[in-house]
Nanobody, 125 residues
Framework: QVQLVESGGGLVQAGGSLRLSCAASGRTFSSTVMGWFRQAPGKEREFVAHISWTGRSTYYADSVKGRFTISRDNAKNTVYLQMNGLKPEDTAVYYC??????????????????WGQGTQVTVSS
């Protein structure tokens, strides 16, 4: 089992920045691949970013590429999502997710068995 707790969400003006954190406990974090997803009201949950267990490989949705950065600190059992240049369309509940096996499709939410409770990000125009 892996338990995940997100933090760092909030209200920010367009163009601003936020850093989300996801603290993990349970099974060995350093061998766990991690992802960030988000869900806006009335929309399906969508992929944001993924990071391998070493941190050497990262993947991003086209909508956030160049603005968001995913990273991890295995010593702290934490994964981060640095969000810069925020836009109103980034408003959503952001979830971190974990898997012990690299997903065949890193953007598919069903391939991550473990999820946090989510943190709200609101970007005002």
């Amino acid at each position: 089992q892996v338990q995940l707790v997100e933090s760092g969400g909030g209200l920010v003006q367009a163009g601003g920045s936020l850093r989300l954190s996801c603290a993990a406990s349970g099974r060995t974090f350093s061998s766990t691949v991690m992802g960030w997803f988000r869900q806006a009201p009335g929309k399906e949950r969508e992929f944001v970013a993924h990071i391998s267990w070493t941190g050497r490989s990262t993947y991003y949705a086209d909508s956030v590429k160049g603005r968001f950065t995913i990273s991890r600190d295995n010593a702290k059992n934490t994964v981060y999502l640095q969000m810069n240049g925020l836009k109103p369309e980034d408003t959503a509940v952001y979830y971190c997710a974990a898997a012990q096996v690299r997903p065949y499709d890193v953007a598919r939410s069903t391939e991550y068995p473990y999820w946090g409770q989510g943190t709200q990000v609101t970007v005002s125009s």
